[in-house]
């Protein structure tokens, strides 16, 4: 191509690539949302540096972190573009759970019809317990070429093994507060906003109240010294989360994620 055509070119194509990359590349064809990150995160964060005697000191027993650039997903990520998960999984089932704290309720539908008809932005007057999640109970037949694929976080607690639960989940929707055991979460594409209390600080919140209902109905009245340590996760970042810590998610993107459960 003569180079005074593509000069002109150059400025008319540019804003067009960018869009077809924010939906093919950066965030795999998934829908992103509009919802804010918070004013400042305060999960302490640290980097592919952090030793795993220093993970094991400050962090494992005691506080979450957040590990940015310890492991490379950019295979695992290619591989879970909406395109490419629809061709592969398109016609399996996948099992939805409902979207509260004690979450009973499972739905088995076809992965391309949970991907059509139920990914979509959460409804905020919906109760948590009348959405439907697609996290956890993932057929391992089916789905374990892809995850041999993930590289998880590289610490382990001693004498735990990990396991891992996939999701895919609309902008709004989340999990609300409750407790485990340790463990990871990473997000693949989009972007998640995590809520996280010790475990002797039982949060104010109704089971069956998504985490959006809760962030608009119940933090704002929180006085500074009650509010949750949180902080948004992006790919690349990995959050780490100690035995019995509360924790409530919100998705502010249309998300694909893993959590690896130490137990
Ligand atoms: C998992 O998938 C395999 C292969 O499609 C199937 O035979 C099996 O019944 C599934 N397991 C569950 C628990 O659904
Ligand atoms: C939450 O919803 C479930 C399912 O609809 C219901 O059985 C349960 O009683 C509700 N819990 C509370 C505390 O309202």
């Keep these: ?5 593509r000069r002109l070119l150059l400025p008319l194509l540019l804003p067009l690539a960018w869009a077809a990359g924010c939906a093919a590349s950066l965030g795999g064809g998934w829908a992103a ?3 804010p990150e918070e004013e400042r995160c305060t999960v302490e964060r640290a980097d592919a540096s952090l030793t795993f005697p220093r993970f094991l000191q400050r962090f494992a027993f005691s506080r979450p972190v957040i590990i940015r650039g310890a492991t490379d ?3 695992f990520q290619a591989l879970c573009t909406k395109d490419k998960l629809l061709g592969a999984f398109g016609d399996r089932l996948v099992r939805l759970s409902t979207a509260n704290t ?3 309720r499972k739905v088995d539908v076809p992965f391309q019809e949970y991907v059509e008809h139920l990914l979509k932005p959460q409804d905020p007057a919906a109760l948590g317990s009348d959405t439907l999640y697609f996290f956890g109970d993932n057929n391992f037949t089916e789905w374990g ?3 041999q694929k993930y ?3 590289p610490f382990r607690i001693p004498g735990t093994r990990g396991a891992y639960s996939f999701g895919i989940a609309g902008v709004g929707s989340g999990v609300p507060f409750h407790w485990h055991g340790p463990g990871y979460s990473e997000v693949i594409f989009g972007r998640k906003r995590w809520f996280l209390y010790p475990p002797d600080k039982t949060p104010h919140f109704h089971p069956n109240e998504t985490t959006l209902a809760w962030l608009h109905h119940t933090y704002p009245t929180l006085p500074p010294g009650e509010r949750p340590l949180e902080c948004t996760i992006h790919p690349g970042e990995v959050l780490y989360f100690p035995d019995r810590w509360w924790h409530a998610t919100l998705n502010l993107d249309t ?3 893993i959590s690896t459960f130490l137990g």
């Design 102 to 104: 004690y979450s009973y």
């Design 33 to 35: 949302g509009a919802l």
């Design 1 to 5: 191509m003569a180079a005074a055509p």
């Design 145 to 147: 070429p892809l995850f």
């Design 73 to 75: 997903n950019s295979v």
């Design 151 to 153: 590289v998880p976080p």
């Design 255 to 257: 998300s694909v994620f």
